[in-house]
């Protein structure tokens, strides 16, 4: 049998390359245009990518020998499963790899609203010296109420239980001891927005989850309290946010994802009571690294049968 043939179409981390050159011929070209794919895509039994190759049903027809379309990464935005599924084509990634680096975030945002880091750190290269302006709060008794504890919220949960914070979750797909081995409150949404100083979003975007947090859920937060949304955009109305933090109806937002990415011409920029991140939440090494490592390892337990 002639050796299986991978297209790496996005950079990933070496140590995936060279589990993959141990069972496969491996091409790695990953400045390849969409009309090059359309073409070079015949000759290959993988395809790995991350989030800039879009691998498309005119792309997956392309294929004849295509038996695997491996995202090196969370979701499998980018990959048109159905035209994958319809074909036979196996879709994997690595939701697990990113969840300590993504929960790692989400805290590194509390604490900037927190402690108002990212307008401190502005202020202090325009030569200013305003130890007024930034009295911050502590995270050590605050509630902070987690939506959704799967692989992130979990993490999250282990995190700022060392930071002396009272934990509830809304999730109602987790079971009850689930729940009671985190030892933490779960709760309806309502509560949880009335009595939480910090939310953070952690569920995936679906229907039922688009615009989850809206006007009158801005309505019921404590007018102190702060929303960090590390999931996906839309999750968050933006509208209502930023109505909500205008009318002092919470005090701060952190966003790593939004409705429209990049958020061009949102008023939501122009809030110093806002702190934004350029969807970064699983840009580590060690995530990339180990998204890399686990699709390698599946590549490779598909191709040795
Ligand atoms: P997961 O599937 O492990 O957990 C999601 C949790 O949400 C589950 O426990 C589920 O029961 C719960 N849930 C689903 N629908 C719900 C609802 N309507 N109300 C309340 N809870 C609900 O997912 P994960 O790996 O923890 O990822 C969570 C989110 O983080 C996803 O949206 C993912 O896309 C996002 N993410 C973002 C980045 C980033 O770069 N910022 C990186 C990785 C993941």
């Known amino acids: 049998m002639s050796r299986m043939k991978v297209l790496i179409a996005d950079s990933i981390n070496e140590k995936g390359i ?36 879009k691998v498309t049903r005119e792309v997956i027809e392309a294929a004849p020998r295509l038996k695997i379309i491996a995202r090196a990464g969370v979701g499998v935005d980018n990959v048109d499963v159905k035209a994958a599924t319809d074909r036979g084509i196996m879709v994997i990634n690595a939701p697990e790899s990113t969840s300590i680096t993504v929960a790692e975030h989400s805290i590194g945002l509390m604490l900037a609203l927190a402690r108002k880091i990212a307008i401190a750190d502005r202020s202090v290269k325009e030569g200013k010296w305003e130890k007024n302006r930034f009295m911050g709060i502590e995270l050590n008794g605050k509630t902070l109420g987690i939506i959704g504890m799967g692989r992130i919220g979990s993490q999250v949960v282990v995190r700022t239980k060392a930071f002396g914070m009272d934990i509830m979750v809304y999730d109602p797909y987790i079971s009850k001891e689930a729940a009671e081995e985190m030892g933490v409150t779960v709760t309806d949404l309502e509560t949880l927005l009335r009595e939480s100083d910090i939310v953070t979003i952690h569920v995936p975007l679906t229907p039922e989850t688009r615009h989850l947090i809206s006007e009158d859920e801005f309505k019921l937060m404590k007018d102190t309290a702060f929303i960090v949304n590390c999931a996906r955009g839309g999750i968050i109305d933006e509208d209502a946010l930023y109505r909500a933090l205008k009318d002092g109806e919470i005090a701060g937002a952190a966003l790593d994802v939004f409705e429209e990415e990049p958020p061009e011409g949102s008023p939501l920029l122009e809030l110093e009571n806002v702190v934004l991140t350029p969807h970064i939440g699983a840009s580590t090494s060690e995530a990339q690294r180990d998204a890399a490592i686990i699709v390698a390892n599946e590549i490779k337990t598909v191709f040795q049968g």
């Open 18 to 53: 060279s589990e993959l050159e141990e069972v496969a011929e491996v091409v790695v070209n990953t400045t390849i245009t969409p009309e090059e794919l359309l073409d070079a895509i015949k000759d290959f039994d993988a395809i790995v990518v991350r989030s800039r190759t």
